[in-house]
């Protein structure tokens, strides 16, 4: 096996030609990708291009069919579930609802991966809680059920439970989806103080072409089952991929004159 993607270059996560297929469907085909250690990566890619196959992959959820997936230097894709217990509490995730109990106080659902996963003292997690909350701008907010928060609410909520047991890196499911482009920018302001406040590495996968702008470092393009482009976010003003184009200048990220 070839030495160890961390030892190497510093990556944090990386796939190598990972190919999956769901019967006859082929999802990825030869999928590769490095995640530097600190960044913002915004992975983008049309519906149903596998940029969730993707995620779960770097959990340890998927096993690839082929190819190799590293997380910290360590080949992880056919680690057995206690040796993932381990790789996977490096990861926070928003997911795209929230992801909330709703027969839970605000303060239960962010305690839930402490009380579950560690065996923190109550005095230090209700710090840890407080301070998780205040991170997401929702301070003494903990008494609230999720019925009573709006959307927004909902998705710091489900932010500060990502990062209450303060993992390596954040993963971000469509962040800015379902909501009014104010508190959508709210959200993209969290995602960078966080990034800064934390030192963390995050990926965000969205459709969001205004967010993918705000938020990120560099952004990887899925399409047809591989990485067909990476790079940082100027690069990708300049680019002449013409998907990628397309997807920038229907935005009005860049301009439809050729580069």
Known sequence: MSEPAQDRNGNVIELRDVAKAYGEKRVLTSATLEVRRGEVLVIMGGSGTGKSVTI?????????????VYVDGEEISRYSESQLYGVRMKFGMLFQSGGLFDSMTVFEN????????????EEELERRVEEALEMVQLP??????????????RKRVGLARAIVHRPEVILYDEPTTGLDPITADKINELIVSLQRRLEVTSIVVTHDIQSAFYVGDRIAYLNGGVFEWVGTMEEARRTDHPTLRQFLVTSNVTSAQPV
């Open 110 to 121: 962010v305690a839930f991966p402490l009380r579950e996963h560690s065996d923190t003292p």
């Open 56 to 68: 779960r992959h770097m959990l340890g959820l998927e096993q690839p069919d082929a190819g190799e």
């Open 140 to 153: 003494g907010s903990g008494k609230l059920m999720p019925v009573d928060l709006s959307g927004g609410m």
